[in-house]
């Protein structure tokens, strides 16, 4: 809990030192012009990159493999995007940090032996329906009709009775 508090009062602390040293070097209207294009590039990366890691994790649900790795990259774009959105310096630098692969990768090495990732339970998908299992038999509609055969064992025969 130390250390969240820290970040609380300190984050904010580094924010404004940070607008403070740019303002002074580039001046205030290009330090408000530099706020508002990260912001811009941050929503942008994270639309581009949002869709890509959805497209990863429905590939990987359906192909019955555990999708943790796709939903922890998920997760810190989404916070990277958030970070960009957030006016600072510091906090931009460490959402574009966050959106580079291999930072994310260092990233996910760090947190995977503290994250449990749930299946749905096997047989099912990650959307509900329950898989079929074995083969898929291919018919033509001259192979298969709706009308009952008569000479069929599974027929129920009021006559038999």
Same mark, same amino acid.
């Given at each position: ?5 820290l970040?609380? /009062? ?10 403070? /040293?740019?303002?002074?070097? /580039? ?15 941050? #929503?942008?990366l ?5 869709? #890509?890691?959805?497209?990863? /994790? ?32 510091v ?27 749930? #299946?749905?339970?096997?047989?099912f ?26 000479? #069929? ?9």
């Amino acid at each position: 809990m130390p250390f969240v508090g820290l970040i609380l /009062i300190g984050l904010p602390l580094l924010e404004i030192a940070g607008f403070v /040293i740019v303002g002074s070097k /580039i001046g205030v209207l290009w330090t408000i012009a530099l706020v508002i294009l990260s912001s811009i590039v941050g #929503s942008t990366l994270l639309r581009v990159q949002g869709f #890509s890691v959805v497209t990863r /994790i429905r590939r990987e649900l359906e192909a019955g493999r555990d999708p943790g790795r796709e939903l922890a990259d998920g997760a810190m774009i989404m916070l990277a995007g958030i970070l960009l959105l957030i006016p600072g310096f510091v906090s931009d630098i460490l959402g574009l940090l966050l959106f580079i692969p291999p930072v994310r990768e260092f990233v996910w090495r760090l947190l995977k032996r503290r994250i449990v990732v749930s #299946s749905f339970g096997a047989g099912f998908d990650g959307f509900g329906t329950k898989r079929r299992g074995g083969k898929t038999i291919d018919l033509d509609s001259e192979d298969f009709s709706r009308t009952p055969d008569p000479k #069929s064992p599974w027929r129920i025969d009021s006559d038999r009775r």
